[in-house]
Every structure is written in structure tokens, then in C-alpha cells.
């Protein structure tokens, strides 16, 4: 399918809203309900449970997104469904009453991510339908990263408007706006993706015997390798975001400063997007995306280098840091949907929504357990982020906020470089699955 420019940035437009819910649910819901009376055990008890239930229903809506079947067509008909449950689930967790009750916020949270899921899965797996050429694809997947980092940095910097006023915001009050935003956006932006995009036609096509399929998809080499390099990006992305405002606080005494770099992340993402796209046309998808994980390395292994209050050196740092930003997803996206035509070789299957909620689920995997890891090594240290830190304390901090996203981001990039997927492999996929249709 040929795609203007306009037709693209209208259906890629939902990943701005979805992409904007992503940073509340870090830095503004968790205090918010901690203020509204709830302990922080049971705030981070629930946040940390739900997201659990995130993951765990990440591969069951992937297989029921692959199993509608309307004459509307799978993608869009749970796209639909979806935008209801989770505008429901934004309202109710952005806007609680005057005191919040630890089941309300649970069944709250849940709504919310079940709409979230599900929305997220189908307009992703929609994406990868609309091509199948090798690098349309990475112009698709650019396209939607880029609209997505946008919304990020937009839901961002709402609160950044408020303190340049000199509004006095509560949390209550920048939930609400953030809450708002996506409210008021996310039937606008749906409407934008269904009456722009027609949903390629479903292929008529024998389902394969589930142990067949299993088989194929266990010995599927490129699958496992991108799951895997997926996970390693998804724990490094992960460590630097958690410490994030311990280092530049605690370790270079930039408190300030800490939203600052923060918004530059997303910026930076934001403009590399169409410059690994263009990369990846050139040397291919799987080199440009080792390409920009080792250019994210010099950051985090420079980073043990910077002194405290060293804002330039700081801030170009974070450029090498944020290359991954803007480069990894799109590109992990774009060469999923060319293992997808491998699986579909083996099996006959068409299961784009599965093999999306995979790649979801290790990203997520790597966020959760990033936390888990570099939380007790900091501890082990002896950081304490309200004390003081004596200079043994803080060379601790450097040595594994440098070293461990590093090493993690070296292991990607071997994994990548040896990609068994490249443009004429695909080419050849894509010849052999039209032959048999």
C-alpha cells in the first residue's frame, strides 16, 4: 500500500496520545495518590501488580487481535473497541474523587491498561500490514516514533507551561491536564487513523496445526534474537530512567537541572528519527539499530567521566544517550514485521498482533526488572538518595550507572550486527509468500 505523507502522519497520530500516557504513569500518578491518603506500600503495590497484569494479558489480547474476524477488518474493529474501555480508564485514574480508595485505584488501573493494550497492539500490528516492503516499513514504524515521542514531549512539557506561568499546580491539577490531553485527543486521533487507512484485505489461507506452529515459532532464530535484544535495550532504558534523577541530583549536584536533560532525551529521540530512518535505507534496518545502540554506548560509559555541576558536558552526554530514544523502537518494529513474514513462510499463520504483543512484553519485562537490578546495587553501595554520600559512595553510584547499561548495550549490538534479516533475505520471504497465495 502507498502512503502519502499526510495519509501517514493521520494514522500514525495515536501513538502521540499513547505515547503521552506513558510518563504520569512514573512521575505524577503514583505521588498523587499518595497525597489523596493512600500509604506508598500499597500505591507501589498496586502500580507494581497491575503492570504485572499489563504483561501477563499482553499475549492473550495478541492472540484474540489475531483472531477477529468482520468485515470491518481485525485492526480496526479493535481499535475501536479499545477506545472506549480506555477512555474510561483514563477518566477514572486521572481524575479521582476528593479521598481514593486502594480498590478503586486497582480497578481504575485495570480498565486503563486493558484499553491500552488493546489499542496499542492493534494499531501497531496495523502498521506492519501496510507494507510489505523492506524499508516502507521502517518509513511507517519512523513515522509512528516520531508522533509518538512528540506526544511525549508534549504531555511533558504541560507542566513545564504551568511552572513558566507561575501557576501554582497541584498534582491533582497536572493529572488532570495530562488526563485531559489524551480525553480530548484520543477520539480525534482515532478517527484520523480509521478514515485515512484502509486496513489491507485478510488473505484467505489454512491454519496451520497449533504444534506446527509451535514448533515454527520456537525455531524461529530471528524471533528469539530480537526478543532477546529487545529485552537487553528494554534493561539498560530502564536503569538509566530510574536513576535518572538520583545522578543528576545526588551524583552532579544538578537537581535543577533534571527535567532539563529529561526533555532533551525526548527531543534528541525526536529529531534522530528521520536520520536512522534514512540510515537504514542505506546499510539496513538491523545495522543502523547496532549503529544507534553503540552510539547511545559512548554516552552511558561517558558518563562516569562527567564532574558535578558540568552542565555542557552533561548535556552533550545525553545526546549520545538519547540516540536509542528515537532509534530502537521503530526499528525493533520495522524488523519484527519482517520476521512476521518468516512465520507466516513456515506456518501459513497471519499473526502480527502476537508477535507484537512479544516484543511488548519484553520491553516491559525490561523496564520492570531494571528496577529490581540496579535498585539493590545502589543500595549495596550505600547510596542514600535524601542523605549525604561520601566520595566512595558516589564513585559506586558512577561505576554501575556507567558499566551496567553499557555492557547490556555492547551485548544488543553484537546480537544485531549478526542479524540473520536483511533487505534481500525479506525480498526473498516476500517473493516465496506471493507464490503461494
Same mark, same amino acid.
Given at each position: ?20 500516557? &506513558? ?62 474501555? /480506555? ?17 478503586? /485505584? ?81 477520539? *480525534? ?24 506452529? /509451535? ?20 534493561? @539498560? ?46 546499510? &539496513?534496518?538491523?545495522?543502523? *539499530? ?133 533487505? @534481500? ?7 516465496? /509468500?506471493?507464490?503461494?497465495?
Amino acid at each position: 500500500m502507498n502512503l502519502s505523507m499526510s495519509r501517514l502522519i493521520a494514522f500514525s497520530s495515536p501513538s502521540a496520545t499513547i505515547a503521552a500516557l &506513558g510518563l504520569p504513569i512514573i512521575i505524577i500518578l503514583p505521588p498523587l495518590y499518595a497525597e489523596l491518603g493512600l500509604s506508598l506500600t500499597v500505591v507501589g503495590s498496586i502500580f507494581m501488580l497491575t503492570r504485572f497484569f499489563d504483561v501477563a494479558t499482553d499475549p492473550v489480547f495478541g492472540v484474540l487481535g489475531d483472531r477477529i474476524n468482520t468485515r470491518w477488518g481485525r485492526r480496526r474493529t479493535a481499535l475501536v473497541v479499545s477506545v472506549p474501555v /480506555l477512555l474510561l480508564g483514563v477518566y477514572l485514574v486521572f481524575f479521582p474523587g476528593e479521598s481514593a480508595s486502594a480498590t478503586g /485505584l486497582l480497578v481504575a488501573l485495570l480498565i486503563m491498561y486493558v484499553g491500552w493494550t488493546m489499542f496499542s497492539l492493534s494499531h501497531t500490528a496495523w502498521a506492519s500490514e501496510l507494507s510489505t516492503d523492506y524499508d516502507v516499513r521502517s518509513r511507517i514504524m519512523g513515522t509512528v516514533q516520531f508522533l509518538g515521542l512528540l506526544g511525549a514531549l508534549t504531555v511533558l512539557a504541560l507542566p513545564t507551561i504551568l511552572d513558566l506561568l507561575a501557576i501554582d499546580a497541584s498534582m491533582r491539577d497536572r493529572a488532570a491536564i495530562m488526563g485531559a490531553f489524551v480525553l480530548l485527543s484520543l477520539p *480525534l486521533v482515532s478517527g484520523a487513523a480509521l478514515f485515512s487507512t484502509p486496513e489491507p484485505p485478510r488473505r484467505q489461507h489454512e491454519h496451520a496445526h497449533w504444534r506446527e506452529a /509451535l514448533r515454527a515459532f520456537v525455531q524461529n532464530r530471528p524471533l528469539r534474537r530480537l526478543l532477546l535484544a529487545d529485552l537487553l535495550c528494554g534493561i @539498560q532504558g530502564g536503569i538509566n530512567g530510574a536513576v535518572h534523577f538520583f545522578f543528576i541530583g545526588n551524583v552532579l549536584a544538578m537537581p535543577e537541572h533534571a527535567t532539563t536533560f529529561l526533555v532533551q532525551l525526548f527531543l534528541v529521540g525526536l529529531l534522530v528519527v528521520p536520520v536512522f530512518v534514512r540510515l537504514s535505507y542505506k546499510i &539496513g534496518k538491523h545495522q543502523a *539499530l547496532a549503529i544507534a545502540v553503540l552510539t547511545t554506548s559512548i554516552g552511558t560509559a561517558g558518563i562516569f567521566f562527567v564532574p558535578p555541576e558540568s552542565f555542557w558536558l552533561t548535556f552533550v552526554i545525553y545526546i549520545f544517550i538519547a540516540t536509542n530514544t528515537g532509534a530502537r523502537e521503530f526499528l525493533m518494529r520495522s524488523i519484527m514485521a519482517d520476521v512476521i513474514d518468516q512465520d507466516r513462510l513456515e506456518t501459513g499463520e497471519y499473526r502480527s498482533a502476537l508477535y507484537y504483543s512479544m516484543l511488548t512484553l519484553t520491553a516491559k519485562i525490561g523496564l520492570a526488572a531494571s528496577v529490581g537490578i540496579i535498585y539493590p546495587m545502589l543500595d549495596m553501595v550505600g547510596f542514600d538518595p535524601n542523605g549525604v554520600n561520601d566520595e566512595a559512595t558516589i564513585t559506586g553510584v558512577r561505576i554501575l550507572v556507567a558499566t551496567s547499561p553499557t555492557v547490556l548495550l555492547f551485548i544488543t549490538a553484537a546480537i544485531m550486527f549478526r542479524f540473520p534479516l536483511d533487505r @534481500q533475505s525479506q525480498m526473498a520471504l516476500r517473493a516465496e /509468500l506471493e507464490t503461494r497465495r
